[in-house]
């Protein structure tokens, strides 16, 4: 148990569109979904914090205005990347918590974005 | 803050090798530490946990790792690693205490080669 997917798992875009990565539990009602960014040879870097029905935490420095999220369930999240520029290329990875006071969180396959 | 350091970056072993890789965390309150793994082209998979309890803690593929308070540690250990075991491993922590979201922060990461 405590599958979790993204969609897609590769896109590649050309600079200034948008683009949307869906996050989903599979098997079990995530309440806290978590959205991580990995550079190459570099560790996973918190974005932003999401619960259902309620706006994303964003982590300093993160500019919230071009990467939305929403969970608009307790099975879905999507993170939506504005005006994608070729600097926001990268492996975006998302987690799945049960409960909101749950330590452990679930991870999905990741998502590698390449703006051209 | 929390911070997390892997002071081992790069790792090659031979099989049948013992392994241990370092985890140190900053903050020295309750915290909750947790292993993973992220084999080639596979996503974060949990490997152990530390919650409370026995500091010694055994996790999944004959992986375990110690729990040492006074240092600040919790190095991940196996006696005889296999060729199967090149990945990626992550330490992770908790965020700050109180924080609702129970953020984890991950350390850079220690990439294992095991040469069969």
């Known amino acids: 148990g405590a599958v979790v997917s993204q969609h897609p798992s590769w896109v590649i875009c050309k600079s200034g569109t948008s683009v949307k990565i869906e996050c989903r539990s599979l098997?079990?009602?995530?309440?806290?979904m978590f959205w991580y960014r990995q550079f190459p040879k570099q560790s996973l870097m918190l974005m932003a914090t999401s619960n259902e029905g309620s706006k994303a935490t964003y982590e300093q420095g993160v500019e919230k205005d071009k990467f939305l999220i929403n969970h608009a369930s307790l099975t879905l999240s999507t993170l939506t990347v504005t005006s994608a520029h070729p600097e926001d290329s990268s492996f975006y990875i998302c987690?799945?918590?049960?409960?909101?006071?749950?330590?452990?969180?679930?991870f999905g396959p990741g998502t590698r974005l390449t703006v051209t | 803050a929390q911070s997390v350091s892997q002071h081992n970056h790069h790792v090659i072993l031979s099989e049948a090798a013992s392994l241990e890789l370092g985890c140190n965390y900053s903050?020295?309150?309750?915290?909750?530490l947790f292993w993973y793994v992220q084999y080639p082209g596979q996503h974060l998979q949990l490997l152990l946990k530390y919650f409370s309890g026995d500091p010694l803690v055994k996790g999944i593929k004959g992986f375990e790792a110690e729990f040492i308070k006074s240092k600040f540690s919790f190095n991940l250990r196996k006696p005889s690693v296999q060729w199967s075991d090149t990945a990626e491993y992550f330490c992770?922590?908790?965020?700050?205490?109180?924080?609702?979201?129970?953020?984890?922060?991950f350390g850079t990461g220690t990439l294992l080669a095991v040469q069969p």
């Open positions: 992770a922590v908790n965020g700050p205490p109180g924080g609702a979201t129970n953020k984890l922060i």
């Open positions: 903050y020295g309150g309750t915290v909750n």
């Open positions: 987690s799945a918590g049960r409960t909101a006071s749950s330590y452990e969180q679930y």
């Open positions: 098997d079990f009602q995530a309440t806290t």
